[in-house]
């Protein structure tokens, strides 16, 4: 059957189980928009912002566990989405952007909204396409999707030139996909996996270290629980892996990193045997390099090769998906039969107790104090059960979250870890929600990231979403401060807002409920108040306590064990 472009476009899509895409429409993509308007096999979701249109994306595709899309215009459209491709290839997020492009022949020659979007993207996706026959539009479109959710995630750009919409070709679906330059290794070496199980059980204190890849490794979080019920072994996340392990399972001591639990933080410190589960060892997480973990024998377990080694030295590498990975050697373990070393792991514990019992998270609430960002945020837990879809834009607000919501499962915690993006939070709840339409989704952010995409309160009122926004307002760029105090001689250089708008009228201005919270006594009210209301947005305006500082902290420079408790 002959097709344009465009209805290939659509029918790739349909064909490729899309449900759901977020796009801004512009002249170099019309002829797509058109095709779009005449199908009915998938949701296009208007955001506010080309930015916004990505992190929906990723948000959709944390919690769906399906690839995220999104459609934008040439020239600004495609430059305004770099932000949140670059976010989701930090991530490892599978996120397929479609960018309209001049016609074919006008490229090069400077013409109105052209931009090199394929040279502009080189560094921030893990590939790209610029579409130059319509022939080729289908294969495109197929091997788009799998370089995006195989091996490790990230965004793939595909660019589409407005004549290639109108194009007509005989339309050919490629069954199956065989990219010759990249064959992704899922299934971990057999003799690796053997010393791997050796090293555990012989280990006197092991802890597993857990990152994004348990979350993107199907199945993969309950054999992490698993094996560490099996050995008897503490588990810590990053901020990318919180959910790995449910918060108050006995074996999690915490996040780990620069603001990190002292348990976490002492334990991978003192490990004799650190087991890397989907993570990259990241400059948050390990401190000063040459302090990290220095007694252990390294596992790292990772899909992406290139991630092994590459900031840590792996004594046993093991390249896989997660998720095989895992389930290799669980049944490794059992087909051994062998057990951990009972009396040295019971010696580990009590060490690890011990650093438990100071309560590096603790705080004090006064009713006559002004409000703690951590009181609000347990009562939040409290109200939702611990259950909600939760994410934050990027700060104080951020480290606050991770500490204190506390996760039962994966998928419910949704931040920018890898490129620290202010304004993900809202679109991200969008995308959440829509992948999700009866969870509860509740954003924490900040006074100043919340200003990044504000405009997508018109979004979340268009789609009817009842997203709760919670704004830890202290009127500050709260981290900037927090380092301007402790580093600059508390020089707050533009880090204080002499100007904030009336965030209750802004959100009532774009068709929601706002409520502000001034004091403690106000607190348990509004909140409950906020969750009650089921039939549009909320907007809750918390008035924090303003030089509340994020501890734990290890600070730049320093190793996990040199932290300042408070």
């Not at 620069?258 to 002492?266: I, K």
């Not at 939760?390 to 994966?410: C, E, L, N, R, S």
């Not at 108040?529 to 509340?548: G, T």
Request: charged share 20%; proline share 4%; glycine share 8%.
């Amino acid at each position: 059957m002959k097709l344009t472009g465009a209805e290939i476009f659509v029918e790739c899509l349909k064909r490729e189980g899309v449900k759901t895409i977020f796009g801004y429409p512009g002249g170099a993509v019309l002829p797509i928009y058109d095709a779009i308007f005449q199908q009915n096999h998938f949701k296009h979701i208007l955001v506010r912002h080309e930015q916004a249109a990505l992190h929906a994306a990723n948000g959709y595709a944390r919690v769906s566990g399906k690839c995220g899309v999104s459609l934008v215009t040439s020239g600004p459209g495609a430059t305004n989405a770099v932000t949140g491709l670059a976010d989701s290839n930090a991530d490892s997020i599978p996120n397929v952007c479609f960018t309209g492009q001049v016609p074919s022949a006008l490229i090069g020659t400077d013409a109105f909204q052209e931009a090199d979007i394929v040279g502009i993207t080189r560094s921030a996706t893990k590939h790209n396409f610029l579409v130059k026959h319509v022939e080729d539009l289908a294969l495109i479109i197929r091997q788009a999707f799998h370089i995006a959710t195989t091996g490790r995630p990230g965004s793939v750009v595909v660019d589409i030139p407005k004549d290639i919409g109108f194009a007509v070709c005989e339309f050919e679906w490629p069954e199956s996909i065989n990219i010759r330059s990249y064959q992704p290794k899922t299934t971990g070496h057999p003799g690796q996996i053997r010393k791997a199980i050796k090293a555990m059980v012989t280990a006197k204190r092991p802890i597993l270290y857990s990152g994004g890849g348990v979350m993107n490794a199907k199945g993969s979080a309950a054999l992490l629980l698993e094996l560490s019920q099996q050995l008897n072994m503490p588990v810590t996340n990053t901020l990318m892996g919180l959910g790995g392990i449910p918060f108050d399972d006995r074996h999690f001591v915490g996040m780990l990193g620069m603001h990190g639990t002292y348990e976490a933080n002492m334990a991978v410190s003192h490990c004799d045997l650190l087991i890397s589960v989907g993570a990259r060892f990241d400059d948050r997480v390990t401190g000063r390099l040459d302090a990290f973990a220095p007694d252990a024998k390294i596992i790292h377990i990772d899909v992406d090769p290139t991630s092994v080694s590459k900031n840590v030295h792996a004594d046993l590498p093991i390249v896989g998906d997660v998720g095989i990975v895992l389930q290799q050697l669980l049944d490794e373990l059992n087909h051994q039969n062998k057990s951990s070393d009972t009396e040295a792991l019971k010696l580990w514990w009590e060490q690890i107790d011990e650093w438990r019992a100071k309560d590096s998270l603790g705080f004090t609430q006064e009713e006559d104090q002004a409000i703690k960002p951590q009181a609000v945020i347990h009562k939040v837990h409290e109200i939702t059960h611990g259950d909600a879809i939760v994410t934050t834009d990027v700060g104080q607000h951020q480290m606050w979250a991770a500490q204190h919501y506390g996760f039962k499962q994966p998928h419910r915690f949704l931040t920018s870890g890898g490129l620290g993006t202010m304004g993900y939070g809202l679109p991200a709840a969008i995308g959440a929600q829509m992948a999700k339409p009866d969870e509860q989704v509740v954003v924490f952010t900040g006074d100043a990231s919340i200003q990044m995409c504000i405009q997508e309160l018109a979004t979340v009122f268009q789609y009817q979403q009842p997203i709760v926004v919670i704004l830890l307002n202290n009127a500050y760029m709260g981290m900037v401060r927090q380092w301007q105090e402790m580093f600059h001689e508390s020089r707050f250089s533009h880090s204080y807002f002499d100007s904030l708008p009336d965030f209750v009228k802004l959100a009532e201005a774009y068709g929601g409920v706002g409520i502000r919270i001034d004091t403690v006594a106000e607190l348990d009210v509004g909140l409950e108040q906020a969750f009650a209301i089921k039939d549009r947005f909320v907007f809750v305006d918390v008035a924090i306590a303003r030089e509340e500082n994020v501890f734990p902290m290890v600070p730049a420079g320093a190793a996990l064990n040199e932290m300042v408790l408070s």
